[in-house]
Each structure stands twice: as structure tokens, then as C-alpha cells.
């Protein structure tokens, strides 16, 4: 019975779902398609057994991100199943952005063997290529067919992967030629379910524990360059780490601080505590205002960038040391090329630190005199923004950007557009995004995919705002077509721009309006309240902060995804704003 190809196919790929599952996948994500067809029916077998959840995604490329929300809020593997051909293709996006955020996600994809391979067989193409240039690794299965695959060579493509996700997390493709027949009958189905429950299912695989060794002489050339005894900053940029190991990272990030007193500037998607000493709120308008006058001679910089010219600016114009730790990232992460980078983690290094330091050099020190003056010039900001934005005024984007996380539960996590919305929060939110899990995708700092992240997120954690641009929005409007996803607890706050604003701040001052709006804003004429009813979603349009904080309670209290439309005046909006910098910062 076992011996047919049928048979096989059902009962390998039961075998590499299952070993899957052991190394940490909970839940999978399933498109369409005929040639996955034993993967599909095994992933539905597992699920009625309650070992894995199956969601269903009609657009692949949406998959692919809604996986790699599911994956960033668990920090648990994620997995997508999809078929042959351009389908493949589609998942290139998430891929890309799975690479640059360092998030763990297998694609698993359905693929002719090889005899149909390059002969012009319909629905064949180099679909293990199509994915290579991004993922840690390309694997494949017999490429004669699943059928001819060894179980212990499934359990050697997974131990692989298992251990290249521990090592340096981010995208593995995993391609399956599957020889024909495709389906299985009712029969033998129950027979290899038979087969697979009494061997398989309970039994106790092996795999390598991957031990990550502290490179102790990388870590003693770099720390000898720092100076504890002086001024210093502490640059906390968007964590790229698993979510898991923020517990850990934050804990390494306060002996840090206590042991050197310094002062510490939190990009909004950090991760970040909001209670940490030293905290500078406003930092990035300190940074404007007073770029001449901070006096230190080194920078620790953990994680990559924020997305800030002003802070970019000033790490060019920095004449000191530079440290830049990466949370097992072993690519360069500094485009300015000035920093000494360390591939390990902030837990790590930390803790050689603590290590080389005498008793009296680990106790926890007073703020420093740099630490105090930032506090308090930030302080000063957050005096005069308090006066300036009012919960009266007009809804404009950095009015949203500051009273939003005062206005969204402060439990409750947030999902920022990698557009206008994470440089709003970056310059006016106040640290506001620190007292809760905050997400953005900031790897390849693309709009694509937006809708689908969220609602992957909102699936492990949730209620959810999501916070996105109108252009943003509607680039991935096919998330909508993800399984369930009208049923997820997530508030979508739309901020219609008709556009890009975000190229209205870049661009306004050297076009006229019909070739701004025709090369870079693309406005579209939406009627909303029917776009909203055609995939039965929820939608109200709120014109001020008072009817915004009602609407945030509404949808909150309905369980289900939600839009919620304010409409943003560019023009007014630029103005109000450079009045409130120049008043901050002066001209």
C-alpha cells in the first residue's frame, strides 16, 4: 500500500509537516494550487489533530506577509504552502523584507520533477531560483519526486533548517518537485494516516542543539575602545531581534545604562522599556535644535539605523568612536561605514562586559551631566508640543503621531506604516510607543504588504491599530482575501492624504501640483464606505480627537477588524507644522 506513489507523497509530506511543527511552527499558511495538493491534505490532517493552525490565502504574496506578521509577533517559525509556477514568484516581497528584518519563514513550495523540468512542460519554470538571492537557504527534496524522498533525508532538510534559523534567522526556501498522482484516495488516506499516527507522530526526533559562541576576541577589540569613565550615548534603533529575547535584551540594555549613566535615544519601534533611565524624550528635536553643542567623544548604536535625516546627519558629522551591535545579524549594518559592529546581541556583549569590569566600575552610576541636559531640553519640547497640540485642533499626522499612543490603550500594541506615519511617530510620538509592543517593518522600509502584516500580527496579538498612509493601504487591499481576516481585532487607522504625502515633503518645492500628483503622489478617487462593504469590513470616518478616541473604544469592543478614516489637509498640515518646529528650534 505504502509502496504506491500516491501513498508516498501523502505520508512524506505528513512526515515534514510534522517535523516542522517540532521545531517550532504553530501555524501555516495555504494557497491554492494542485501540484501541493499532498501538502495541502496532510496540513489539513495535522490540523484536525490539532497540531498546527491552517489559514488559507488566495494571493500568495499576501501570504507571504501575513506569515511574517504571524512570525514577528510569535517569534516563532511561520510557514507558507504554496503551488507551482508564478506563484512561487509572488513570494519574493516577503522574502526580501524576511531577509532584512532577520524573521524566520519557510516556503515551502510544490514544483514539477525534474524529467518535466526545461522541456516546456506546462506550469514549469526555475522556481528554485526565483527566491535565492534572499533566502539563508535554498533546499530541495528528491528532484524526482517527493515519492523517492527518504525520511531521514526529510529529517536532514529540516535539521538544517533548524539549525540556520538559530544561527542567523530570516527566509529558507524549501522546494518540492511532486510526481503525479497528486490526489489520494479515501482509503489510502486512512491507511498512511494509520501508518503515520502509530510511527510518527509520537516519535522522539533528535536535533542538533546549536550553541552560539561568544567571540570573545571580536568583543575585546571593540571594548577596549570604550571609555566608561566618559561621556556617552546610547542610540537604540528598530530591534531586529526575536521578539522572545526582549525580556533579555531590555534587562542587558538597563545594567548598560546603569553602569555608564548615559543618556539614551529610542527609535518608537525599538522595543525599548518605557521606564529606562536616561530615556531622553523628544530626542530626535533635541538632536535638531542642539547638533553643535552635544559634547561626547562615543556612540553605542544598537541595531540598525532609525529612519532619521537628523540623526543621520549627525553620526556623519560624529568625529568620535561608534559601536554598533546587531542582534546575530551577520550582514554589514552601516551604511555610513563608521562603526565598529559587533554580530552577537546586546545580552552578549553585555555580559563580557560585565565580565572585564571590576566590582566598583559594574555599580550602578548617576546620570551623567550629557544625560541631564538632553532630559531636560526634551522635557522643554514636550512643554511646548503640550501647548501647541490639543485634542481641538484639527487631525493632522503629527497631531496623530503625538496623541495617538495617549489615546490608544497603552497595553494594546501598534503596527506603524514604513512610510510618513513611523517619521511622524520617530519626531513627535514622545516615547509614547514604548509602553507597549510597537511593530513596524523596517528591513527593506517598504509599503508593501502593509494590511496583510498587520493582520498576521493581530492573529497572536491583539487588539491591534495598525496606522497607515491611504496609498499604503490600498497597495495591499488583497489582504482582505487572507482567511478570516474581516474576523482579526484590528483597528485600521486610515490617514487620507490622497497620496504620498510623504513625497509632498521631498519634492512639493521644485514641482507644480499636476506633475507632483502625477509622478509621485498618485492620488486615487475612493469611495471608502463601498470599498470597506465590498469585503464586509467595518468603517467610520471621525473628523476630530474626540470622535477618534470614541471610535477607538467602538472598535475595540466589537472584536473585529475595523476602519477608521480622518482626513488629512497637506497643505495646512506643512504649514502647522514648520510653525511648530520653528518654534521648537527657531529658524
Known amino acids: 500500500m505504502t509502496s504506491s506513489i500516491e501513498c508516498k507523497n501523502f505520508l512524506r509530506s505528513l512526515q515534514l509537516l ?4 517540532k521545531i517550532g511552527v504553530q501555524n501555516l499558511i495555504l494557497c491554492p494550487g494542485s501540484r501541493s495538493a499532498p501538502l495541502a491534505i496532510a496540513a489539513g490532517e495535522l490540523n484536525k489533530l490539532g497540531l498546527v493552525n491552517v489559514f488559507n490565502s488566495i494571493d500568495e504574496r499576501s501570504a507571504g506577509f501575513h506569515s511574517l506578521g504571524i512570525s514577528a509577533a510569535s517569534g516563532n517559525l511561520s510557514l507558507v504552502i504554496t503551488t507551482s509556477g508564478t506563484a512561487v514568484s509572488n513570494l519574493l516581497p516577503a522574502a526580501v523584507e524576511a531577509d532584512r528584518s532577520c524573521k524566520n519563514i519557510i516556503f515551502l513550495t510544490a514544483d514539477r520533477p525534474l524529467r518535466l523540468k526545461d522541456c516546456g512542460a506546462n506550469q514549469t519554470v526555475n522556481q528554485e531560483d526565483f527566491l535565492s538571492s534572499v533566502c539563508r537557504k535554498v533546499l530541495s527534496t528528491n528532484l524526482n519526486g517527493l515519492h523517492e524522498t527518504q525520511e531521514n533525508e526529510i529529517l536532514n532538510l529540516v535539521r538544517i533548517t533548524e539549525k540556520q534559523i538559530l544561527t542567523f534567522p530570516g527566509p529558507i526556501h524549501l522546494n518540492i518537485p511532486i510526481d503525479k498522482p497528486l490526489d489520494i484516495s479515501i482509503l489510502n488516506k486512512k491507511n498512511v494516516l494509520e501508518i503515520f499516527e502509530r510511527i510518527n507522530l509520537k516519535k522522539k526526533y ?13 568583543f575585546l577589540e571593540i571594548s577596549k575602545t570604550l571609555n566608561l569613565d566618559e561621556s556617552g550615548i546610547i542610540l537604540v534603533g528598530p530591534y531586529q531581534g526575536s521578539i522572545n529575547h526582549l525580556t533579555s535584551f531590555n534587562k542587558s540594555l538597563e545594567r548598560l545604562q546603569e553602569i555608564t549613566g548615559w543618556p539614551v535615544f529610542a527609535d518608537p519601534v525599538s522595543g ?13 528635536l533635541v ?3 542642539n547638533k553643535n553643542s552635544i559634547n561626547c567623544h ?3 548604536r544598537l541595531g540598525p539605523m532609525s529612519s532619521s535625516i537628523d540623526l543621520e546627519k549627525f553620526l556623519i558629522n560624529f568625529e568620535g568612536i561608534q559601536i554598533l551591535i546587531k542582534e546575530n545579524n551577520y550582514r554589514k549594518l552601516d551604511p555610513l561605514k563608521k562603526s565598529f559592529e559587533y554580530d552577537l546581541g ?6 563580557l562586559l560585565l565580565k572585564e569590569l571590576s566590582i ?5 552610576r548617576s546620570l551623567i551631566p550629557l544625560a541631564q541636559d538632553l532630559i531636560e531640553e526634551g522635557e522643554k519640547i514636550k512643554e511646548i508640543l503640550k501647548e501647541k497640540i490639543t485634542y481641538d485642533n484639527r487631525i493632522a499626522e503629527y497631531k496623530l503621531a503625538n496623541l495617538v499612543p495617549k489615546l490608544w490603550p497603552a497595553e494594546n500594541p501598534i503596527m506603524l506604516s514604513a512610510s510618513s506615519p513611523i517619521r511622524d511617530w520617530l519626531t513627535f510620538s514622545e516615547n509614547g510607543s514604548l509602553t507597549r509592543n510597537c511593530f513596524s517593518f523596517r528591513g527593506a522600509s517598504g509599503i508593501d504588504g502593509t494590511l496583510s502584516l498587520a493582520l498576521g500580527i493581530s492573529r497572536i496579538k491583539n487588539p491591534l491599530l495598525l496606522v497607515t498612509g491611504d496609498l499604503a ?9 487572507i482567511e478570516n481576516s474581516i474576523d482579526m481585532n484590528l483597528t485600521i487607522l486610515l490617514i487620507n492624504n490622497n497620496g504620498g504625502n510623504i513625497f509632498n515633503r521631498i519634492y512639493k518645492k521644485n514641482l507644480k501640483q499636476d506633475e507632483l500628483n502625477k509622478l509621485f503622489l498618485m492620488p486615487k478617487e475612493i469611495n471608502w464606505p463601498k470599498l470597506a462593504d465590498a469585503y464586509q469590513v467595518n468603517f467610520i470616518s471621525v473628523a476630530n480627537f474626540k470622535k477618534l478616541r470614541e471610535a477607538f473604544d467602538w472598535s475595540i469592543s466589537i472584536k473585529k477588524s475595523v476602519i477608521i478614516k480622518v482626513d488629512i489637509d497637506s497643505e495646512n498640515e506643512m504649514c502647522e507644522k514648520n510653525a511648530l518646529l520653528e518654534k521648537i528650534i527657531g529658524s
Open 473 to 481: 493601504f490600498v497597495h495591499d487591499i488583497n489582504g482582505w482575501l
Open 360 to 364: 566598583k566600575e559594574k555599580n550602578k
Open 346 to 351: 546586546l545580552s552578549n556583549f553585555t555580559n
Open 287 to 289: 538632536l535638531r535644535k
Open 298 to 300: 562615543q556612540l553605542l
Open 18 to 21: 510534522n517535523l516542522f511543527i
Open 206 to 218: 533528535i536535533f542538533q542543539k546549536v550553541e552560539i559562541e561568544s567571540d570573545k576576541n571580536k
Open 272 to 284: 525599548v522599556n518605557s521606564d529606562l533611565r536616561g530615556l531622553v524624550v523628544n530626542w530626535e
